[in-house]
């Protein structure tokens, strides 16, 4: 599995005047996409909601968040592949492949299966986070990791 990004986040953007998407100009939702044999795939999906262009580029964070209050449940998700940076015009979507294992694939004993609410999900570069619901069973014990996503694209 590749972790690493092809590019950094020093790297300058695609476009030099096009400023950085901010927490503020993006709109995460979660859309699924199939399931099967203990996992289930979908997409963190981030609309431009501004009225300007803006580069978007790397991984942004993802966890699942549970309690009612927003409580990260169990480990954050895993980055896998690499990334590029790309401009988003107003209306425009950018999507995350994620990959969610079962709680159920675990025993009981090593995840300590909690409720999940949804998903907090942090836009790249950015200390602000956005939260997704979607409600299912994750693992409490931070050892478990049930969550990946790819950059987004």
Same mark, same amino acid.
């Given at each position: ?29 979660? $859309?699924?996409? #199939? ?5 289930? &795939?979908?997409? %963190?999906?981030?609309?431009? @909601? ?6 978007? /580029? =790397? &991984?942004? =964070?993802?966890?699942? !968040?549970?309690? =009612?209050?927003?409580? +990260? @449940?169990?480990?954050?998700? $895993? $980055? #896998? =592949?690499?990334?590029?940076? %790309? %401009?988003?015009?107003?209306? +425009? !979507?950018? !999507?995350?492949? @994620? ?31 956005? &939260?997704?619901?979607? #409600?299912?069973? /994750?693992?409490?014990?931070?050892? !478990?990791?049930?969550?990946?996503? $790819?950059? &987004?694209?």
């Amino acid at each position: 599995m590749r972790t690493e990004s092809s590019a950094s986040s020093s790297d300058p953007a695609a476009d030099p005047v096009t400023p950085k998407c901010a927490n503020t100009d993006l709109k995460a939702g979660y $859309r699924p996409t #199939e399931a099967g044999a203990g996992s289930r &795939f979908g997409e %963190i999906t981030l609309t431009n @909601v501004s009225d300007h262009a803006c580069s978007l /580029g =790397g &991984f942004g =964070g993802l966890s699942y !968040v549970g309690g =009612g209050d927003g409580t +990260q @449940v169990g480990a954050p998700a $895993r $980055r #896998e =592949g690499s990334w590029r940076r %790309i %401009i988003m015009k107003p209306g +425009q !979507v950018a !999507v995350s492949a @994620v990959a969610e294992s079962t709680a159920q694939n675990y025993p009981a004993s090593d995840c300590k299966p909690t409720k999940v609410d949804g998903f907090r999900v942090y836009v790249p570069d950015s200390y602000d986070s956005q &939260f997704v619901r979607h #409600e299912t069973t /994750g693992c409490a014990d931070k050892n !478990v990791s049930l969550l990946s996503h $790819r950059a &987004f694209h």
